[in-house]
Nanobody, 121 residues
Framework: QVQLVESGGGLVQPGGSLRLSCAAS????????MGWYRQAPGKQRELVAS???????NYADSVKGRFTISGDNAKKTVYLQMSGLKPEDTALYYC???????????????WGQGTQVTVSS
């Protein structure tokens, strides 16, 4: 199994910055992609940003130019640097990983518990 532990959420004023971290652990053979999703009250969960093992990134249009995703393969950790935060960025942010566990070949999707980000004055 794979465990994802998120940290870094909190309350920030509009225009402020936060950095989220997510560390993966467990019997991991390899991680294909890691990323961040978010879900606001009454809305569906949506992709925020993702990064592949090779470093290719993908962003939601709403966060392009404000958020930056990065990863450390050796530490099995992904980061989301969020700047220029807006009230509409308020949501529960979930870490996601597609990983292959030792002894298997098929990647499986895993989720963290979520970390709250609130943007408010």
């Amino acid at each position: 199994q794979v465990q994802l532990v998120e940290s870094g959420g909190g309350l920030v004023q509009p225009g402020g910055s936060l950095r989220l971290s997510c560390a993966a652990s467990g019997s991991i053979f390899g991680i294909h992609t890691m990323g961040w999703y978010r879900q606001a009250p009454g809305k569906q969960r949506e992709l925020v940003a993702s990064i592949t093992r090779g470093g290719s990134t993908n962003y939601a249009d709403s966060v392009k130019g404000r958020f930056t995703i990065s990863g450390d393969n050796a530490k099995k950790t992904v980061y989301l640097q969020m700047s220029g935060l807006k009230p509409e960025d308020t949501a529960l942010y979930y870490c996601n990983a597609r990983a292959v566990i030792s002894g298997t070949v098929v990647p499986i999707e895993y989720w963290g518990q979520g970390t709250q980000v609130t943007v408010s004055s």
